[in-house]
């Protein structure tokens, strides 16, 4: 039986096999299709040598295919990939992975079953994983092996979280300060969020624009674009530990060392979480230099500008920023925050960007539509439905579905599979301005490469078939049956990944935790996941 995920579409199957020895691989690629060529080594795990006829693998250009659908035949002449750019042959050679099991290093002999494949394409454009490097800090490695990954199941698009309250993480030349004060915190909250417990380490870590465009590089090579997301104007403690007096008052305040919650106001912080002033023009000019340096080692046309749960206080306070209100005519501060995102957004577009934010941007009625809202709140959010109406298009990540940070028991493997747009307040009219799927993995809680993937896998998996696959060939109980061979090459590859423990009732999972405040249905049973034991990492 063919394992494949994502699903395609159109597979047929036949009993007999076709296997060929690594060693003695074979490829024929059509000149339009070059680029595979470089790449086919790399993906593969091992090299083939050309060839003109009978080859082992053929890579054969096919008008008749999109730019990132394939078809694929294997039959007793060899694998018959055909695609009409690097893109629909990457994703073949992908299937071709899974379909051979070429990613267990210790086989010599590849085999597989007559398959032939139709045009497979996928059903969103944007299919993604984000990562936030703010609150752990895992370095160029685990973001590798995390673009490995997602490569294999046609996952294309990384958001990368490089900024946040808990640590600025990348490189600005015109302000050292950001990494020389902003990198470092003295130590990290543990447990939970509403845990007095600290570890006492301190922690540090940053990417150089050199490590930058490494990891863009191999990203590329992968078919991966990368979404940089530089969060303004919340969420910057670490902004403002380094730059006092980018905030409304210009006091010292440290990198925070907590995640959140109520325990910084306890201990007499009362003032961790404030924004950047949205009155002083140097604000401006600081964000507009910030965007240009970033812009510039991301070739991808997407920017993503956070905007998330600004707080008003500091501005229903600040001079600065009422006089800005009143000179502009804005009626309040989330206007304010409005009148900043169109200012940003018009930046952006002025180096040919495309501006994406967190939901909560689109707050103000003011906001022009060309942007793009990165819906992730658990409520229904009627500004979303209003951007929708007017033109603006989204990217669908919400809560109960896609936060990989959260518990299995919450964001569960069927909850991902079957997230269903319509179901999740997006109008039916308004489905093609959706461009796609994002899981967020938040890290306040997730310290180690071990536990970043037991979150991420299976959930990414679901995801993954979720954004492909046309709804005619879903079905979570055929996925779950799929799944158990991709544990072996997770086991293979010496990955880490959720390995399903028990099924039990929901109720006994939920019973400490949010239940009754997330208005979750506690009838359902589900599984709940340990990290897996039979994996050594390389
Ligand atoms: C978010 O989770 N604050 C985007
Ligand atoms: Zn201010």
């Known amino acids: 039986m063919i394992n494949l995920i994502p699903k395609p579409k159109n597979l047929i199957e036949t009993a007999e096999w076709f296997s060929f020895e690594k060693n003695n691989a074979t490829a024929f690629v ?5 680029e595979i060529k470089e790449m086919l080594g790399v993906v593969m795990g091992f090299e083939f040598k050309e060839a003109k006829n009978n080859a082992t693998i053929s890579f054969i250009f096919d008008n008749s295919e999109s730019r990132d659908s ?3 035949i294997v039959d007793k002449s060899g694998i018959k990939v055909f695609a009409s750019n690097c893109e629909g042959a990457f994703y073949a050679l992908q299937t071709v992975r899974q379909l051979f099991e070429a990613d267990f290093p210790s086989k010599k002999c590849l085999a597989c079953h007559f398959v032939k494949i139709t045009n497979d394409k996928p059903k969103y454009e944007w299919r993604g994983l984000h990562l936030d490097e703010s609150r752990h800090f895992f370095g160029k490695e685990t973001v590798k092996k995390m673009l490995d990954f997602m490569a294999l199941y046609k996952l294309n698009r990384f958001h990368w979280h490089l900024t ?16 020389q004060i902003g990198s470092k915190r003295k130590y990290s909250q543990v447990g939970n969020w509403n845990s007095k417990k600290i570890d006492g ?21 992968r078919q991966i674009e990368i979404v940089p997301e530089i969060d303004f104007p919340a969420h910057s403690a670490a902004l403002l530990a380094s730059y006092n007096h980018l905030a409304c008052r210009d006091i010292p305040c440290e990198v925070f060392t907590f995640f959140g919650g109520i325990i910084p106001e306890s201990r007499g912080n009362k003032m961790w979480n404030r924004p950047l002033c949205l009155g002083k023009e140097e604000v401006y000019n600081f964000v507009y230099d910030v965007i240009d340096e970033v812009s510039k080692l991301f070739p991808f046309e997407y920017f993503h500008v956070g905007g998330d749960e600004a707080p008003r206080n500091e501005w229903k306070q600040c001079p600065c920023c009422q006089a800005k209100m009143k000179e502009e005519n804005l009626k309040n501060e989330d206007e304010l925050q409005g009148y900043f995102t169109n200012k940003v957004n018009e930046h952006l577009r002025s180096k040919g960007k495309i501006m994406i934010g967190w939901n909560e941007i689109l707050k103000a009625d003011l906001i022009n539509r060309d942007i793009v809202a990165q819906y992730w709140t658990p409520q229904r959010d009627k500004n979303v439905t209003t951007h929708l109406k007017q033109g603006g298009k989204v990217i669908l990540s919400c809560h109960k579905a896609f936060y990989f940070d959260m518990n299995y028991s919450y964001v569960t493997l069927k909850s991902t599979y079957n997230f269903n ?3 999740n307040n997006v109008p039916k009219d308004y489905l093609s301005n959706v461009l796609g799927l994002e899981a967020e993995n938040w890290t306040e809680w997730i310290d180690s490469e071990e536990m970043l993937f037991y979150k991420i896998y299976p959930r990414a998996l679901a995801l993954a078939e979720n954004a492909w696959s046309d709804e005619s060939v879903k079905n979570y109980s055929d996925f779950c049956q799929r799944l158990k061979r991709h544990n072996k090459i ?13 099924t039990v009732h929901r109720s006994v999972l939920y019973k400490s935790r949010m239940a009754s405040k997330l208005n979750l249905k506690l009838t359902d049973f589900d599984s709940e996941y340990r990290i ?7």
């Open 164 to 179: 946040d309250d808990q640590g600025w993480r990348i490189e600005i030349k015109k302000y050292p300060l950001l990494t």
């Open 30 to 34: 059509s000149c339009e299709l070059k």
């Open 421 to 423: 747009p319509v179901l």
């Open 490 to 502: 997770m086991d293979a590859l010496g990955i880490y990944y959720g390995d399903e423990k028990i």
């Open 201 to 221: 380490k301190p922690v540090e870590g940053f990417y150089t624009q050199e490590d930058i465009k490494e990891i863009v590089e191999y990203a590329k090579k």
């Open 532 to 538: 897996s034991k039979n994996v050594k990492p390389k």
């Open 70 to 72: 394939y078809s694929l």
